[in-house]
């Protein structure tokens, strides 16, 4: 079994923002399976089925980003699973050019406050996470406003394009282990 955990900020207003590319990698991976990410519990909302011949659990934590590892904490309680090898996070990142994405098994929070608070709630940097390059900030911009903002238009197509690379490599941790998915999708763009 899968948890497989979007991020992003609940509401309209944040719908097609920078911080929410966890929640759209998480749309993609639902449509793909038909699963429904509707049910309201665990502080988020989530949606259970099958991807990839395993049974996965889509979330999408209804706290707002910096309160992420809340609901990250209470579904891993309530499956009792093993983060370090049946978690996979999807985060944005603005240390990574827009369409780049970065696989890790583990690692610090980089100044994420999402993927921050997740570390703080599990005790540990140990969980697979797929993050996706949404740009760095212009130099003298608010950074608030830059991760709540929407990807340029000149950069829609890569992003959309990033969103839909981010759900193959969950895809590929789950079925061919996150080295796979490191060595196919840890490239540079051109």
């Known amino acids: ?43 988020a909302l989530v949606g259970k089925g099958m991807l990839e011949g395993e049974k996965v659990v889509l979330v999408k934590p209804q706290t707002y980003m910096n309160l992420s590892g809340e609901s990250v904490r209470e579904v891993i309680d309530f499956y009792k699973i093993d983060p370090s090898s049946e978690l996979i996070v999807i985060s944005d990142d603005i240390d990574l050019d827009v369409g780049q994405l970065r696989v890790r098994p583990k690692g610090s929070a980089g100044g994420h406050n999402g ?7 599990l005790s540990s940097e140990i969980f697979p996470r797929v993050r996706v390059g949404v740009g760095a900030k212009r130099a003298g911009a608010d950074l608030a406003a830059h991760v709540l903002g929407s990807i340029d238009k000149e950069h829609a197509e890569e992003y959309s394009d990033a969103i839909a690379h981010a759900a193959e490599a969950v895809k590929t941790i789950m079925s061919k282990g996150v080295d796979v998915a490191m060595n196919r999708f840890n490239v540079k763009k051109k």
Do not use: Q, W
Not at 115 to 121: M, S, V
């Open 1 to 43: 079994m899968y948890i497989i955990v979007g991020l992003g900020n609940p509401g309209r207003e944040y719908e097609n923002t920078r911080h929410n590319a966890g929640f759209k990698v998480v749309d993609v991976l639902a449509d793909e399976a038909g699963i429904s990410v509707s049910e309201k519990k665990h502080k």
């Open 115 to 121: 993927l921050k608070n997740i570390i703080l709630h």
